[in-house]
C-alpha cells in the first residue's frame, strides 16, 4: 500500500475564512491544505486532501482511501451530526479514520453535541480551529507509522 492519507472535507468547508470567523477562523481551506501537506511531507507521506458539499462524494471517497491509503482524517462538517450513510463506511473500513472538527461542538448548540460518526471513528479531535487538523494528521500519521 502506498504511504499515502487522505484528507477529506464535507460542506461548507469550501467557504472557510469567509463563513463565521468567529467560530471557524480566518484561515481557508487552501491555508489548512498547504499547512497538511507540509506535515505529511515532513512525514514522508503523501497527502491527498479534497472537499466537496455531497455526502454520497464523501461516502465514495472513503471507500476509495479505504482501497489505497493507510488512514484518514475527516472534517464531515454538518454531516458528523446526520449520517449514517458516513457512519457506516467508516465501520467497513480497514483503516484507521480520525474525526475532525474546526470548533468544539460539544459548546456549541444542543443539536451538534452529538457526533453519528464518532463511534466508528479511531479518535476526534474537535475545538482548536485549524490546528485541529494538525493535531488529528499528527495522531493519524502516529497510527500508520506502527
Known sequence: ?????????GPNLNALGKREPDVYGSKTLHDIETECLSITQARNM???????????VL???????NE???????NPGAYGHT????YDAIRSMQIPV??????NIHAREEFRHKSMI???????ICGFGANSYGLALHAL??????
Open 1 to 9: 500500500m502506498a504511504r499515502k492519507v487522505f484528507i477529506l472535507n
Open 68 to 74: 489505497c491509503a493507510m488512514g484518514v482524517a475527516l
Open 141 to 146: 500519521l502516529d497510527i500508520c507509522d506502527k
Open 118 to 124: 464518532s463511534a466508528a471513528a479511531t479518535g476526534v
Open 98 to 103: 480520525v474525526e475532525l472538527h474546526l470548533s
Open 46 to 56: 503523501a497527502c491527498d486532501f479534497r472537499q466537496t458539499n455531497h455526502e454520497g
Open 83 to 86: 449520517s449514517i450513510g458516513l
Open 59 to 65: 461516502i465514495d471517497w472513503l471507500q476509495e482511501a
